[in-house]
């Protein structure tokens, strides 16, 4: 199974600040890589497939990039419905797995 | 704007058998997306079940280790999830998914049903 490791597995960040968050492959996934929001009690959102391309809907303050094994989601001008839990997630080979999140606080 | 709804039983018994549907609304399970489904247990993070496609392929995770079986119904829109021989381990919120066409990932989400498995 290839292995995602998300780092920092949390982080403090203020409303206005700019964050970045970290996800690597334990081998090559080209670019077969989404990111989701969660918050608590909530299903998942979708955000991010491809990397990069901003599902319907998502505001242009998230983005994405990377390929290969190491990928970044950054989330520009924080805003109190940005504090939640974000989780990458493979899906180049078979089982598709998760990265353990990272929960973004106050 | 597609819909997803679990539905199920919240409390299921040791050894016994997690059986959970998900309505599609908004959309047509007869459509080229695959189907998912993924839990997430208290406090922890997220876990791939398994996929299946209107015509009755699937794909499942491993390490269900032949527990698990999915199936789908047109004439209702729905899909299923069955998990037999369960223990404490599975209980979890259970979420049921649309992956997208062409990219193997979900676009839309039920807002997920949770299920204790205890006597």
């Known amino acids: 199974d290839i292995q995602m490791t998300q780092s920092p597995s949390s982080l403090s960040a203020s409303v206005g600040d700019r964050v970045t968050i970290t996800c690597r492959a334990s081998q090559d996934i080209n670019n077969y890589l989404a990111w989701f929001q969660q918050k608590p009690g909530k299903a998942p959102k979708s955000l991010i497939y491809a990397a990069f391309f901003l599902q319907s809907g998502v505001p242009p303050k998230f983005s994405g990039s990377g390929s290969g094994t190491d990928f970044t989601l950054t989330i520009s001008g924080l805003q109190p419905e940005d504090f939640a839990t974000y989780y990458c997630q493979q899906y180049k080979s078979y089982p598709l797995t998760f990265g353990g999140g990272t929960k973004v606080e106050i | 704007q597609v819909q997803l709804q679990e539905s199920g039983p919240g409390l299921v018994k040791p050894s016994g058998t997690l059986s959970l549907t998900c309505a599609v609304s908004?959309?047509?399970?007869?459509?080229?997306?695959?189907w998912s489904w993924v839990r997430q247990p208290p406090g922890k993070g997220l876990e791939w079940i398994g996929k299946i496609y209107h015509g009755g392929s699937t794909n499942y995770n491993p390490s269900f280790k032949n527990r698990v079986t999915m199936s789908v119904d047109k004439s209702k829109n729905e899909f299923s999830l069955m998990l037999n021989s369960v223990t404490a381990a599975d209980s979890a919120v259970y979420y049921c998914?649309?992956?997208?066409?062409?990219?193997?990932?979900?676009?839309?989400w039920g807002q997920g049903t949770l299920v204790t498995v205890s006597s």
């Open positions: 998914a649309r992956a997208m066409t062409g990219d193997d990932t979900p676009d839309y």
């Open positions: 908004g959309g047509s399970i007869s459509s080229s997306n695959w």
